[in-house]
T-cell receptor
Framework: GAVVSQHPSWVICKSGTSVKIECRSL??????MFWYRQFPKQSLMLMATSNEGSKATYEQGVEKDKFLINHASLTLSTLTVTSAHPEDSSFYIC??????????????FGEGSRLTVL | GEDVEQSLFLSVREGDSSVINCTYT??????LYWYKQEPGAGLQLLTYIFSNMDMKQDQRLTVLLNKKDKHLSLRIADTQTGDSAIYFC?????????FGAGTRLFVKA
């Protein structure tokens, strides 16, 4: 199957700093990627849809100035948590649909990035 | 929009069958999915079923779809300790995939 990789796997930062998380499709081109946030023992909350070469589409309630998304190439989307605070601590996961998954809608997920803000 | 609900916790003994249930609201979902998430990792697609099918079997996994009741289930035969994970039911709500809250499966040796 298609491979999606996230980096870093975990990051600890001080309050007020910005953190960038990368999501890469390793063996396919992804025009669209999705960013989720997962709280402990809870489901995935879709934050935004990242579109290559254009602005991301944010879900209601997600601050676009807080969570900056850039999808500059067909294999890379980045999520930057700006001026992070402890309440931003969470598990962030990205996903993408490969061309082979277009028909079935199958999503391929990254390994997730655990952010802890002190 | 699509809403997906599932029970939060299931505990079974090793070797028994596990049945995880899910209900959804949007009958227009073309595909319905089961994803598995192991601790500290992303999700991995286990299986999916096309909406015009009633059943799909894949080795130890059996998916049953009742479109009338909008009910989806995943049966894992001969459950092993390695099956301990969170299982997410999902459907397509337009372009987006909508996930249930996840069922945490705990397998006792």
């Amino acid at each position: 199957g298609a491979v999606v990789s996230q980096h870093p796997s975990w990051v600890i930062c001080k309050s007020g700093t910005s953190v960038k998380i990368e999501c890469r499709s390793l063996d396919f081109q992804a025009t669209t990627m999705f960013w989720y946030r997962q709280f402990p023992k809870q489901s995935l909350m879709l934050m935004a849809t990242s579109n290559e070469g254009s602005k991301a589409t944010y879900e209601q309630g997600v601050e676009k100035d807080k969570f900056l998304i850039n999808h500059a190439s067909l294999t890379l989307s980045t999520l930057t948590v700006t001026s992070a605070h402890p309440e931003d601590s969470s598990f962030y996961i990205c996903s993408a649909r490969s061309p082979s998954g277009i028909r079935t809608g199958e999503l391929f997920f990254g390994e997730g990035s655990r952010l802890t803000v002190l | 929009g699509e809403d997906v609900e599932q029970s939060l916790f299931l505990s079974v003994r090793e070797g028994d069958s596990s049945v995880i249930n899910c209900t959804y609201t949007d009958s227009s979902s073309t595909y319905l999915y089961w994803y598995k998430q192991e601790p500290g990792a992303g999700l991995q697609l286990l299986t999916y079923i096309f909406s015009n099918m009633d059943m799909k079997q894949d080795q130890r996994l059996t998916v049953l779809l009742n479109k009338k009741d909008k009910h989806l289930s995943l049966r894992i035969a001969d459950t092993q300790t390695g099956d301990s994970a969170i299982y997410f039911c999902a459907g397509t709500g337009g372009f987006k995939t909508i996930f249930g809250a996840g069922t945490r499966l705990f397998v006792k040796a």
